[in-house]
């Protein structure tokens, strides 16, 4: 009952829980994501597709 104590009722406790479920959510992005990728890595890119690292500035050129 301590832990319960601890978790709910103080702000380390919270920050903890937080944390903790913060972590827990970027590694199952992270699994999710290798999955993903394993599964369309044949599928070519579209016009469409954008990707974080594109480069804009060729379309900026009129």
Not at 10 to 34: F, H, K, N, P
Not at 36 to 50: I, L, M, Q, S, Y
């Amino acid at each position: 009952m301590e832990i319960i104590d601890f978790l709910f009722n103080t702000y380390a406790g919270l920050g903890c829980l937080i944390g903790g479920g913060l972590i827990i959510s970027l590694i199952a992005c992270v699994i999710m994501e290798r999955r993903t990728r394993k599964t369309f890595v044949d599928r070519p890119a579209g016009e469409d597709d954008w990707s974080l690292f594109d480069d804009d500035d060729d379309e900026d050129e009129d």
